[in-house]
């Protein structure tokens, strides 16, 4: 530390202040700074940003937030000095607590296994913004416009340290964090709906093969009456590691697995790496060389690289024409039924080159909009140009279908395009615990759709490790357990009889809030607010909130609370427990507690088994009436996938309940879509302080309901 001071100090000598060259207002509270030296050409456009800012006036007096721009030692800085007790978020996928203050990180997409290499402070993902909250709620958000490798330090200050050009930044203001997610998905865009099968829960590892034990994977599941939608296929199902080819002796009949899988009501996600084996006569590598579009070095060489095929090249995903390859290349790879694609290895990990990727100098030809660049200004985008491309094939293979995609690495605004896992975690209960400020920070970020591997990759999960991992994995956005070649077997079965029951259970309650998890999600893909969210979002005054990491909120309603929480700090007013798929079977030493905020109606699903069955023709509303004995909850609900919701075919039902003395009058609103809610029985759960009062079986027209005191 003292060492770091010193240097701080003598580097001070270097410091050139300079002044902001320009300042400008773009939208409603969010302006831009520009630094003196600026130049478009070398740091335009956007590749976080949605569209060019418009410039729509000066800002005002009292603006609060200053960006002051330096160049230290050759490096761009800028520099936001915030008031003191403002708690810092985001700032992407990092390992670390919850709040941000006085740590720093560096964005340059890192394959890292374990979290073991710089001390966890890079991982696979970028995401150059910071998210304040002021003492009194409110709040704002700071995006540093650049892709280059840069630190941020947080402290009295907030620093980009950039090793790029001067770049700009951009300060956004609001009276909430949670206004603040809505204004950085109205700059960076929004999560597309996902389809509602990528919702339920997931099984992967290193690899499942042949493809008959894929199908015992999935057979067994279904056996033991664990709810599952998706089996992965990792890399063990290629030809030789050659992407977008199949092995002929472990997967000779592609389509006949995923025929499998869907009878039997799964899903099947496949892995894509970015790297192409060079091998003549091996058809991806022909027809990019053909079309010339490989990532070329200093000397305008093809750049080899090794990954898992050998020797690979890497198509530059900058310019059109290799994005345009690349995505047709899923016409015949999504014939075979493929549901989704995994986007692995794309930061990109490079085997043989120091720091585990290509060189910094290697050359990104660009073309349209994007200019010719060296990979040290593409680097932190490759993977969210990568899934860009893949985006655009596997929706043009399936124009019907919503893509669904899964990415390692990502940047600032790669939620328009693929979903997120937060790489290659450790079977340990400190990857456990840190598991949650991760998913949380960056849906903060703004990447709603992410979670880690549960039970870890790396390394061998106790029973009690994994028990503990997937009763909380019910609750994550994206709920995958996965490990690594070499491990011991992870599937819920594979640890005794107990943890294979509290594998059904948690998975169980996942599936009963499908119909709430889902209304989260179109609320995210609408406003950019995260599904998963921190405990403090309940309460943005309530400074003991702000630390919370262990326990979390999904959506505004529910608060999830692990078993082994040491001291969560829980939001006012009485929030009570629910119990999901019922009481008896909840209460081990596993499974979360869920409470409901007091207000608040969650709707539930039947137990299901996968979202082939997914239906609310039976439908539970727990209802959790506040002070004044009232209550209101959301209810959205579509086709599940496809596209149909965008032409109206959706409901969106506002549900509203008033409890007057021993009677209860539940109304229930169509608010907006042409569907009508189909529910033809509906369960009610009504949570008080003295306890739950069920009510089964009532119709729709019989929602006034008198309450036999008991
Ligand atoms: O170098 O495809 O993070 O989830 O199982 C390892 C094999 C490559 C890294 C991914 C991991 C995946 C593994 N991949």
């Given at each position: 530390m003292k060492i770091i001071f010193c240097l701080l100090f003598i580097l001070s000598f270097h410091i050139e202040m300079q002044a902001t060259e320009r300042q400008?207002?773009?939208?409603?509270?969010?302006?831009?700074f520009y630094p003196p030296g600026f130049n478009a050409q070398e740091i335009l456009?956007?590749?976080?940003?949605?569209?060019?800012?418009?410039?729509?006036?000066?800002?005002?007096?009292?603006?609060?937030l200053h960006v002051e721009f330096s160049n230290v030692c050759g490096k761009n800085v800028a520099c936001i000095p915030v008031?003191?007790?403002?708690?810092l978020?985001?700032t992407g996928?990092v390992?670390?607590?919850?709040?941000r203050n006085g740590t720093n990180i560096t964005l340059w997409n890192t394959?890292?296994?374990?979290?073991?290499k710089y001390h966890?402070r890079r991982l696979?993902?970028s995401h150059p913004w910071v998210?304040?909250?002021?003492?009194?709620?409110?709040?704002?958000?700071i995006i540093a416009d650049n892709t280059y490798e840069q630190e941020i330090t947080l402290g009295d200050e907030i620093r980009f340290i950039s090793s790029g050009p001067p770049f700009r930044v951009i300060v956004?203001?609001?009276?909430?964090?949670?206004?603040?997610?809505?204004?950085?998905?109205?700059?960076?865009?929004?999560?597309?709906?996902?389809?509602?099968?990528?919702?339920?829960?997931?099984?992967?590892?290193?690899?499942?093969?042949?493809?008959?034990?894929?199908?015992?994977?999935?057979?067994?599941?279904?056996?033991?009456?664990?709810?599952?939608?998706?089996?992965?296929?990792?890399?063990?199902?290629?030809?030789?590691?050659?992407?977008?080819?199949?092995?002929?002796?472990?997967?000779?009949?592609?389509?006949?697995?995923?025929?499998?899988?869907?009878?039997?009501?799964?899903?099947?996600?496949?892995?894509?790496?970015?790297?192409?084996?060079?091998?003549?006569?091996?058809?991806?590598?022909?027809?990019?060389?053909?079309?010339?579009?490989?990532?070329?070095?200093q000397?305008?060489?093809?750049?080899?690289?090794?990954?898992?095929?050998?020797?690979?090249?890497?198509?530059?995903?900058?310019?059109?024409?290799?994005?345009?390859?690349?995505?047709?290349?899923?016409?015949?790879?999504?014939?075979?039924?493929?549901?989704?694609?995994?986007?692995?290895?794309?930061?990109?990990?490079?085997?043989?080159?120091p720091g585990g990727t290509m060189p910094e100098d290697n050359?990104?030809?660009?073309?349209?909009?994007?200019?010719?660049g060296t990979h040290g200004r593409y680097h932190n985008v490759?993977?969210?140009?990568?899934?860009?491309?893949?985006?655009?094939?596997?929706?043009?293979?399936?124009?019907?279908?919503?893509?669904?995609?899964?990415?390692?690495?990502?940047?600032?605004?790669?939620?328009?395009?693929?979903?997120?896992?937060?790489?290659?975690?450790?079977?340990?209960?400190?990857?456990?615990?840190?598991?949650?400020?991760?998913?949380?920070?960056?849906?903060?970020?703004?990447?709603?759709?992410?979670?880690?591997?549960?039970?870890?990759?790396?390394?061998?999960?106790?029973?009690?490790?994994?028990?503990?991992?997937?009763?909380?994995?019910?609750?994550?956005?994206?709920?995958?357990?996965?490990?690594?070649?070499?491990?011991?077997?992870?599937?819920?079965?594979?640890?005794?009889?107990?943890?294979?029951?509290?594998?059904?259970?948690?998975?169980?309650?996942?599936?009963?809030?499908?119909?709430?998890?889902?209304?989260?999600?179109?609320?995210?893909?609408?406003?950019?607010?995260?599904?998963?969210?921190?405990?403090?979002?309940?309460?943005?005054?309530?400074?003991?909130?702000?630390?919370?990491?262990?326990?979390?909120?999904?959506?505004?309603?529910?608060?999830?609370?692990?078993?082994?929480?040491?001291?969560?700090?829980?939001?006012?007013?009485?929030?009570?427990?629910?119990?999901?798929?019922?009481?008896?079977?909840?209460?081990?030493?596993?499974?979360?507690?869920?409470?409901?905020?007091?207000?608040?109606?969650?709707?539930?699903?039947?137990?299901?088994?996968?979202?082939?069955?997914?239906?609310?023709?039976?439908?539970?509303?727990?209802?959790?009436?506040?002070?004044?004995?009232?209550?209101?909850?959301?209810?959205?609900?579509?086709?599940?996938?496809?596209?149909?919701?965008?032409?109206?075919?959706?409901?969106?039902?506002?549900?509203?309940?008033?409890?007057?003395?021993?009677?209860?009058?539940?109304?229930?609103?169509?608010?907006?879509?042409?569907?009508?809610?189909?529910?033809?029985?509906?369960?009610?759960?009504?949570?008080?302080?003295?306890?739950?009062?069920?009510?089964?079986?009532?119709?729709?027209?019989?929602?006034?309901?008198?309450?036999?005191?008991?």
């Amino acid at each position: 530390m003292k060492i770091i001071f010193c240097l701080l100090f003598i580097l001070s000598f270097h410091i050139e202040m300079q002044a902001t060259e320009r300042q400008a207002l773009i939208g409603d509270s969010i302006a831009v700074f520009y630094p003196p030296g600026f130049n478009a050409q070398e740091i335009l456009p956007s590749l976080a940003l949605v569209r060019e800012p418009g410039e729509i006036g000066s800002l005002p007096e009292q603006w609060k937030l200053h960006v002051e721009f330096s160049n230290v030692c050759g490096k761009n800085v800028a520099c936001i000095p915030v008031s003191p007790h403002t708690d810092l978020y985001g700032t992407g996928e990092v390992k670390g607590n919850l709040v941000r203050n006085g740590t720093n990180i560096t964005l340059w997409n890192t394959d890292n296994v374990c979290y073991g290499k710089y001390h966890g402070r890079r991982l696979y993902q970028s995401h150059p913004w910071v998210l304040g909250v002021r003492k009194d709620g409110t709040a704002f958000g700071i995006i540093a416009d650049n892709t280059y490798e840069q630190e941020i330090t947080l402290g009295d200050e907030i620093r980009f340290i950039s090793s790029g050009p001067p770049f700009r930044v951009i300060v956004i203001e609001r009276q909430t964090p949670q206004l603040i997610m809505q204004a950085l998905a109205e700059l960076t865009g929004k999560m597309p709906l996902p389809p509602l099968w990528s919702l339920g829960f997931q099984q992967s590892r290193w690899s499942y093969y042949p493809d008959t034990r894929v199908k015992e994977i999935a057979d067994t599941f279904r056996l033991k009456n664990i709810p599952c939608d998706v089996i992965w296929i990792d890399i063990h199902y290629m030809n030789d590691y050659k992407v977008f080819t199949f092995s002929p002796k472990h997967f000779p009949n592609p389509g006949h697995t995923n025929d499998y899988l869907h009878k039997h009501g799964f899903k099947s996600v496949w892995m894509i790496d970015p790297g192409v084996k060079k091998e003549n006569g091996y058809f991806v590598y022909d027809s990019g060389n053909k079309k010339d579009v490989w990532v070329k070095t200093q000397q305008n060489d093809d750049f080899v690289g090794e990954v898992w095929p050998g020797e690979c090249v890497f198509p530059d995903f900058t310019q059109p024409k290799a994005r345009n390859w690349w995505a047709n290349l899923y016409k015949d790879f999504m014939a075979y039924e493929v549901d989704g694609v995994w986007n692995d290895m794309n930061e990109p990990s490079v085997f043989n080159f120091p720091g585990g990727t290509m060189p910094e100098d290697n050359i990104h030809t660009g073309g349209g909009n994007l200019p010719q660049g060296t990979h040290g200004r593409y680097h932190n985008v490759y993977g969210m140009l990568m899934i860009k491309a893949s985006r655009e094939g596997i929706k043009k293979a399936n124009p019907d279908k919503r893509p669904f995609i899964l990415t390692r690495s990502n940047f600032l605004g790669g939620h328009r395009y693929g979903a997120t896992w937060t790489g290659d975690n450790a079977a340990t209960w400190k990857h456990l615990k840190v598991s949650i400020p991760m998913s949380l920070n960056l849906g903060l970020s703004g990447q709603p759709f992410n979670g880690p591997d549960i039970g870890g990759f790396g390394g061998n999960a106790t029973p009690e490790l994994f028990g503990h991992w997937i009763a909380l994995g019910a609750f994550y956005p994206f709920s995958r357990a996965h490990s690594m070649r070499g491990t011991d077997n992870q599937e819920p079965w594979s640890f005794g009889a107990e943890i294979e029951n509290v594998s059904r259970i948690a998975m169980q309650r996942r599936y009963r809030i499908l119909p709430y998890l889902y209304t989260c999600f179109r609320k995210a893909s609408l406003t950019g607010v995260p599904v998963m969210q921190p405990t403090f979002f309940a309460d943005v005054r309530d400074q003991q909130l702000r630390e919370e990491q262990e326990a979390f909120m999904l959506g505004s309603d529910l608060l999830i609370i692990p078993k082994w929480a040491e001291q969560p700090r829980l939001p006012k007013g009485s929030w009570h427990s629910i119990s999901l798929v019922g009481e008896d079977s909840e209460n081990d030493e596993y499974q979360p507690d869920v409470k409901i905020r007091p207000g608040s109606i969650v709707p539930l699903c039947e137990m299901i088994q996968n979202t082939t069955e997914y239906s609310l023709d039976t439908l539970t509303l727990v209802i959790a009436p506040d002070e004044n004995n009232e209550a209101t909850g959301w209810l959205y609900h579509d086709d599940g996938d496809g596209y149909g919701f965008r032409k109206g075919d959706y409901c969106y039902v506002m549900f509203s309940a008033k409890k007057r003395n021993n009677e209860i009058i539940i109304d229930i609103l169509n608010k907006e879509g042409k569907r009508n809610l189909s529910t033809k029985i509906f369960n009610l759960q009504l949570i008080s302080d003295e306890g739950v009062t069920e009510i089964k079986g009532k119709k729709p027209g019989e929602l006034k309901i008198t309450i036999n005191n008991q």
